[in-house]
């Protein structure tokens, strides 16, 4: 089993920049592919960006491309998701998922283990 807890949340103003982190326990947690997922109040969650195992592969929602960077550092297991040129439309409670395989996935039902979440604030 892997148990991640994210932090690095807050408020920000449009044009800032936030760096998430999440910090996972487990021995085999190199062997898993990584996400992060936000949820806006009312909307459902979705896909913001995964990583995989070895920190090669990485896959962004359109929203977040060129504004947004997932890394790993597997010898830390931590996940990082920075996040620059923030919009009030980022505003959400984001959270780290891992799943138990090497391919990644954009689908939440495809992860099997997530954090409690954190919250991101963008002001206008």
């Known amino acids: 089993q892997v148990q991640l807890v994210e932090s690095g949340g807050g408020l920000v103003q449009a044009g800032g920049s936030l760096r998430l982190s999440c910090a996972a326990s487990g021995r085999t947690f190199s062997s898993y592919s990584m996400g992060w997922f936000r949820q806006a109040p009312g909307k459902e969650r979705e896909f913001v960006a995964a990583?995989?195992?070895?920190?090669?592969?990485?896959y962004y929602t359109d929203s977040v491309k060129g504004r947004f960077t997932i890394s790993r550092d597997n010898a830390k297991n931590m996940v990082y998701l920075q996040m620059n040129s923030l919009k009030p439309e980022d505003t959400a409670d984001y959270y780290c998922a891992a799943r138990a395989n090497i391919v990644i996935r954009t689908t939440a039902n495809d992860y099997n283990y997530w954090g409690q979440g954190t919250q991101v604030t963008v002001s206008s």
């Open positions: 990583i995989g195992w070895s920190g090669g592969n990485k």
